[in-house]
């Protein structure tokens, strides 16, 4: 039974493919270029030239590095305590600038609303009581000042 | 195939003609290996240009080793089939096959009992596992040995004759259930 099978098997082998399909098929295939194999070998590269290249770079940068800055290890670039404290610094300034503009801010407002202020008076109330606080009506006038005065406002 | 070494070293450095005497050699195998598989004669055709080109344009990544050239167009072979159904997902529709496929020396006489024997094997080892029959074209067909199916399909020998048994065994019911039934 076997041996009927296989050679019913075997018959396959007449299946043969169409003459025209494989004459078309090995024209188009061979007119194809091969891809190029992957060449490891570095000496056969064409980018040979950027390898002595970039090793030039780097040893000036590395030079330039050493000479300008004696040891490389005071570098504050390279020192994460001098980073730390900039940056402290930084924020410190900030902090201040922040302060400053506060009380200018209120000092405008304070003479804005002076400015602004319709009613008929000469001087901030604000700024009389805090003069006021530092008179002392006990001390005696000095009478050329006084004199002067009284030319002036009369 | 005698001096096949040498035609794949000239292929290799990019010798097309080289190449075109390797493809001459194992188009036939080919082509009948995917036709029995895909059943459809332009799928067929289709594959087996494509698994050409494939190999040609990476024949530098081929290294004998023990290892022969036509398991590795075969195994070009079966990665194709599994794409085309992977992409395709469609069932095998089942051809006859033309008579300008079936070789030209067969008899006259014979022509029409050929062509139902050989539609009535295609048949059964259409309705075969995968496994099963890439084994059975392989070695009934196409004469490998089993060393060479194995390096093909990726499996140790005894994995071939144990799916091998299984094919024959398969066929043998698959024949037995179209036999028509005596009165």
């Known amino acids: ?29 061979l007119e194809i270029k091969q891809k190029p194999a992957l060449n ?31 040891d490389l290890s005071s570098l504050s670039a390279l020192n994460s305590n001098h980073i730390l404290q900039e940056y402290n610094l930084g924020i410190n300034i900030q902090l201040k600038e922040i302060s400053y503009d506060q009380k200018v801010n209120q000092t405008i407002a304070s003479a804005l609303s002076e400015i602004s202020d319709t009613k008929i008076q000469h001087l901030n109330r604000d700024i009389l009581t805090s003069e006021e606080e530092g008179f002392d009506l006990t001390e005696p006038t000095d009478q050329n000042i006084d004199a002067l005065l009284n030319k002036v406002i009369f | 195939m005698k001096d096949e070494d040498l035609f794949i070293k000239k292929a290799k450095r990019g010798d097309e003609k080289a190449f075109g005497v390797l493809y001459d050699e194992y188009i036939p195998r080919i082509y009948r290996f995917i036709l029995l598989k895909v059943s459809r004669k332009q799928d067929a055709e289709d594959l087996t240009h494509q698994v050409f080109l494939n190999a040609w344009q990476n024949i530098n990544r081929y290294e004998f080793r023990g290892f022969p050239f036509s398991s590795w167009l075969y195994r070009i072979a079966v990665n194709a089939v599994i794409d085309f159904y992977r992409t395709n997902k469609h069932e095998q529709r089942l051809e006859t096959t033309p008579e300008e496929d079936l070789s030209e020396t067969s008899e006259l006489n014979d022509t029409v009992d050929h062509v139902l024997d050989i ?55 698959i024949f037995n259930d179209n036999k028509p039934k005596e009165a």
């Open chain 2, 119 to 173: 539609t009535a094997v295609k048949t059964a080892v259409a309705k075969l596992e995968p496994d099963q029959q890439n084994v059975i074209i392989m070695k009934f067909v196409d004469d490998l040995s089993n060393k060479e199916v194995a390096q093909a399909l990726e499996k140790t020998e005894g994995a071939i004759r144990v799916i091998q048994h299984r094919a024959l065994k398969q066929l043998r019911a």
């Open chain 1, 1 to 29: 039974m076997d041996n009927n099978l296989i050679q019913n098997l075997k018959k396959l082998k007449n299946i043969n493919p169409n003459h025209d399909f494989v004459r078309t098929s090995r024209i188009s295939i």
């Open chain 1, 40 to 70: 490891l070998n570095i000496w056969q590269s064409p980018f040979i030239w950027l390898v002595p290249a970039m090793f030039a770079v780097l040893l000036i940068v590395v030079f330039n590095l050493t000479e300008n800055k004696g």
